[in-house]
C-alpha cells in the first residue's frame, strides 16, 4: 500500500482553467502539507494542515486553496490557472515527534 | 528565518569513487536534519535523519551523515557510488514535528560517470 498518494500524476491544462490535485495517506499522520518544486528543482512549503488548523504560506496567491474532508485527505484546489502554476506539487504527511516526512509521487502540472 | 545551503549544484563522480554532498543549516532551535533523494520522475525517499544522540547516523543504500553542531553542517557520505545513486540530493532542516513542515535545501544533481 502506498503511504502518501496522489493523483493524477501528470495534469495539463489550458490557462483560466480551474483543478484539483488529490491526497490522501494512509499512515494516520496529523499533518498534511502541500510543497511545490519549480523548475530548478526547489521545494517550497505551501500550505500545512493539522488537526484542523491551515497554515499558509504567505506568498502562495489565495487563488490556491487547501481543502481537508478528514485527516486523511488533504486536496488542492487552484482556480483560474496560470502558465506559473506550472510546477511539480508534492503532497506530503508528518506523524508524531521525531519521524520524517513522507512523500507522495507527486503531480506534474503544466499550463498551456 | 531557517534556512538550508547546499553550496554544490551539480557534482559528477565516477562509479566506485567517494562521494561528499555539503549542506549548511541555520536553525533557531535544535535542528531535525534530513537528507531526501529525487531519482528523476519520482517522489522523495528519505535517506536518514538526526534528531539527537549520536552524530554520525546511518542511512539507506550505504549512505551516512555526520551532525557538526560547531559548524552547522550536515553532509553526506557514501564511501563508494553506483551508477544507481545518480539523482537529485536534498537536505532538509525542521522542527520535531507539527505545522511548520521542513525547509529545503535547492539540491545537489549527482552524474555518475562510468
Known amino acids: 500500500d502506498t503511504a502518501v498518494s496522489q493523483t493524477p500524476k501528470y495534469l495539463v491544462t489550458q490557462m483560466g482553467n480551474d483543478k484539483s490535485i488529490k491526497c490522501e495517506q494512509n499512515?494516520?499522520?496529523?499533518?498534511m502539507y502541500w510543497y511545490k518544486q519549480d523548475s530548478k528543482k526547489f521545494l517550497k512549503i505551501m500550505f500545512s494542515?493539522?488537526?484542523?488548523?491551515?497554515?499558509i504560506n504567505e506568498t502562495v496567491p489565495n487563488r490556491f486553496s487547501p481543502k481537508s474532508p478528514d485527516k486523511a485527505h488533504l486536496n488542492l484546489h487552484i482556480n483560474s490557472l496560470e502558465l506559473g502554476d506550472s510546477a511539480v506539487y508534492f503532497c506530503?504527511?508528518?506523524?508524531?515527534?521525531?519521524?520524517?516526512?513522507?512523500f507522495g509521487q507527486g503531480t506534474r502540472l503544466t499550463v498551456v | 528565518a531557517q534556512s538550508v545551503t547546499q553550496p554544490d549544484i551539480h557534482i559528477t563522480v565516477s562509479e566506485g569513487a567517494s562521494l561528499e554532498l555539503r549542506c549548511n543549516y541555520s536553525?533557531?532551535?535544535?535542528?531535525?536534519l534530513f537528507w531526501y533523494v529525487q531519482s528523476p520522475g519520482q517522489g522523495l525517499q528519505l535517506l536518514l535523519k538526526?534528531?539527537?544522540?549520536?552524530?554520525l547516523v546511518q542511512g539507506i543504500k550505504g549512505f551516512e551523515a555526520e551532525f557538526k553542531r560547531s559548524q552547522s553542517s550536515f553532509n553526506l557520505r557514501k564511501p563508494s557510488v553506483h551508477w544507481s545513486d545518480a539523482a537529485e540530493y536534498f537536505c532538509?532542516?525542521?522542527?520535531?514535528?507539527?505545522?511548520?513542515?521542513?525547509?529545503f535545501g535547492k539540491g545537489t544533481h549527482l552524474i555518475i560517470q562510468p
Open positions: 506530503a504527511s508528518r506523524g508524531s515527534a521525531n519521524t520524517e516526512a513522507f
Open positions: 538526526y534528531f539527537s544522540g549520536d552524530t
Open positions: 532538509a532542516v525542521g522542527p520535531p514535528w507539527g505545522a511548520d513542515g521542513l525547509t
Open positions: 494542515y493539522n488537526n484542523k488548523e491551515l497554515i
Open positions: 499512515l494516520g499522520h496529523d499533518t
Open positions: 536553525y533557531g532551535a535544535t535542528p531535525y
